[in-house]
């Protein structure tokens, strides 16, 4: 999801200089008072921004409205403004902000994530929605098992590294599940094109926070090839024909596996079956883009959950040691937990609850682009503005999670009512709101639910002890703006004692 990220990035930025003219003399959502146009750049700064849009959100209200040289920011800080404004009046809160370089030039409108709302985006979320239910998804159960004991033995062999063996366990798992594809070996030509096209979108495309001059000054597109300065667009060039490369070799890998009848059943083999002998070829460009989207859709937020699940096993040994102690009674020590397994665990369930909450993997989700003027609870909020639902807000509702900032699975055991306990589920907004609402939801938490289960039924994870014997107390950091993503740590990773039989080995 690294893209997703820098689609954020850069609409913070881009607002800077666009400045599409907006009606005045209206009652706007109340925020910080910015300077006359320049508004309030100064407000913003984006590490760990979360925080401070949390101080606007307890001095405002639910709905805060900024504004940076005339651009309308609305952070919506409750669920019930989300959906009432991003779900039930979703047919103007589904654009997305227009991006020349990235989206236009270098082929981006083609990754669902960036398209704007427009029939493209409509018929490949459709085609996600049809292959990635949980029914579909059980189809799928084989392929996610198999990825387990790899990631499990390439953490033991080198677990400083963690963050890579995480990265790798989300690649390969994600062209197992899209393609059918799987990775048996670090030289495997579709993961490192995968690979490599991941890196030119978060570092090339999005390098410098994503901001081309093309993007500000968009007639800039019509310059000539040999014109001094259109430089961007020979790299346009090359980075769009990577992305097509992507695209493409795994999808007809897939292809020549579906006509020699080796092929897998996956996302992709569901959706050709399901299209028949009518498959047009705008069927099969949708198939093949919105596959093509998951890759990067899911890295940043597989290393996001898994790396924070980590952290909270670390800082709290009493979860973890309460959670084995249930897998260990459940499943016994003979084999890792399958999903036969999940109804059998319910503290696990609630420790999986709390991650999603205490992580808040995505902090205010992705900019949702306002099509139409609309008016809120009495205040007018502009066409053109950028709405980003603050997860991170509802995640630390003291109302609903009492002592919200603490990991606490139990607060998930708790006796309440049906009704309380749909309310409080964090998975109502983690994956955030209306037609935009992330896609891969039930792939990511059945995911990540597996992983977690075989983490702890194998693996002690706790504080690390340096060489005097005293425990180090790991340094937590957040640097990425977009993901709330714990930076390196410091940890102890180590084998239970009956770790080799559970990994076979
Ligand atoms: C813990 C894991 C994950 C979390 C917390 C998460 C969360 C999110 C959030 C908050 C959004 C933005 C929604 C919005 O704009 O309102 C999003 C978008 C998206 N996610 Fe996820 N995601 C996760 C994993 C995945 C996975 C594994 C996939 C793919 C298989 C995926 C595919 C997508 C796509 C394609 C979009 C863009 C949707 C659009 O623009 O319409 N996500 N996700
Ligand atoms: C089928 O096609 C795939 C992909 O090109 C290839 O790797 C595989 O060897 C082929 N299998 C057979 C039996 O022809």
């Known amino acids: ?49 979360w925080l401070s849009l949390a101080r606007w959100a307890s001095k405002y209200g639910d709905i805060v409205y900024i504004h940076v040289f005339g651009t309308g920011l609305v952070f919506l800080n409750d669920a019930e403004a ?71 033995k390439r953490l033991l062999s080198k677990p400083t590294s963690y963050v890579d063996h995480i990265r790798r366990y989300a690649g390969t798992l994600t062209l197992n599940v899209i393609y059918g594809h799987q990775v048996t070996s670090d030289d495997d030509r579709c993961l490192k094109i995968a690979e490599a096209c991941a ?46 490369e992507f695209a493409t070799v795994p999808y007809e890998e897939f292809k020549e596996k579906m006509e020699n009848g080796t092929a897998k059943l996956c996302y992709c083999s569901t959706l050709v079956e399901a299209a028949g002998k009518s498959m047009t070829e705008q069927d099969e460009f949708d ?42 009674r459940v499943v016994g020590k003979d084999r890792l937990p399958d999903f036969n397994d999940r109804p059998s665990l319910p503290y696990l369930e609630c420790v999986l609850s709390e991650v999603f909450r205490w992580t808040a993997p995505v902090p205010y989700a992705l900019p949702h682009r306002l099509m139409q003027d609309d008016m809120y609870r009495n205040y007018f909020i502009p066409r053109g503005s950028f709405v980003f639902a603050n997860i991170w807000t509802m995640t630390r ?41 992330c896609p891969g939801l039930y792939l990511a938490e059945q995911s990540t639910w597996l992983l977690m289960a075989s983490m702890l039924a194998a693996l002690d994870i706790q504080k690390a002890v340096d060489d005097k014997g005293k425990v180090i107390d790991p340094e937590v950091r957040y640097e990425n703006s977009v993901f709330r993503m714990p930076a390196q740590f410091k940890m102890d990773i180590r084998p239970r004692e009956h770790a080799r039989k559970l990994m076979n080995v």
């Open 1 to 49: 999801m690294e893209l997703i990220g820098t689609t954020l990035l850069v609409c913070f930025l881009v607002v800077v200089f666009v400045a599409p003219g907006s009606s005045r003399r209206k009652q706007f959502p109340p925020g910080p008072k910015g300077f006359p146009l320049i508004g309030n750049i100064f407000d913003l700064s984006l590490k760990e921004l």
């Open 82 to 152: 989300a959906v009432d404004l991003m779900d039930r009046k979703g047919s103007i809160y589904s654009d997305r902000p227009h991006l020349v370089m990235a989206g236009e030039l270098c082929g981006g409108y083609n990754i669902m994530s960036f398209t704007g709302y427009n029939n493209q985006f409509r018929r490949q979320r459709r085609l996600m929605q049809r292959a990635l239910t949980p029914l579909v998804i059980k189809n799928y159960h084989p392929l996610l098992e198999m990825e387990t004991i790899p990631f499990l």
């Open 199 to 244: 890196d030119v979108l978060a570092n090339d495309i999005a390098g410098g926070g994503f901001l081309w001059l093309v993007d500000v000054l968009p007639f800039l597109r019509h310059l000539p090839m040999w014109v001094p300065g259109s430089g961007f667009k020979h790299k346009a060039i090359r980075w769009k024909a990577q992305l097509t």
């Open 287 to 328: 198939i093949k883009y919105s596959a093509n989207t998951m890759y990067s859709a899911s890295l940043d937020t597989t290393i996001t959950i898994v790396t924070s699940f980590m952290l909270c096993m670390v800082q709290n040994p009493d979860v973890r040691i309460k959670a084995q102690a249930e897998i260990d």
């Open 397 to 437: 509702n003291e109302e609903m999670y009492p002592n919200a900032d603490a990991f606490v699975p139990g607060r998930f055991e708790a006796d309440v009512d049906e009704e309380v306990k749909k309310k409080r589920d964090p998975r109502n907004f983690v994956f955030g709101f209306g037609r935009r609402r």
